[in-house]
């Protein structure tokens, strides 16, 4: 039990010290570079198959898509997820993943609304 209570407090600290809300800010700055990206990539791959999948990382010049394609076809949208993040983090070095992957979604239920 005094393991869960650590980890709240520690979950709790990190909301309340502001860096927390950075990162939100700084993904939400970048959704308008994830924004066009995003529907690039939604036009493009309408139906998640191989053959559009393939095209993309080759358009990108994105490397792996071998083991991109082995991913069940329920799953393609975290594939895409990735591979959008790949191409913005290409765009804006340096930044986390995590925060790129925010941004990312992000922009995706902004397309979708």
Request: aromatic share 6%; hydrophobic share 55%; net charge positive.
């Amino acid at each position: 039990m005094k393991f869960v209570k650590s980890v709240i407090q520690k979950i709790v600290a990190f909301f309340a010290s502001g860096k927390a809300e950075a990162a939100l800010n700084q993904a939400a700055e970048l959704v308008p570079k994830a924004l066009p990206i995003v529907q690039e990539i939604a036009a493009l791959a309408p139906n998640r198959t191989d053959q559009e999948i393939l095209a993309l990382f080759q358009k990108y010049a994105v490397p792996g898509a071998a083991q991109y394609l082995a991913t069940p076809a329920g799953k393609r949208g975290y594939v895409l997820l990735q591979l959008a993040s790949e191409v913005l983090s290409a765009e804006v070095p340096g930044v986390a993943t995590h925060i790129l992957d925010t941004a990312v979604q992000l922009a995706v239920t902004g397309a979708k609304a």
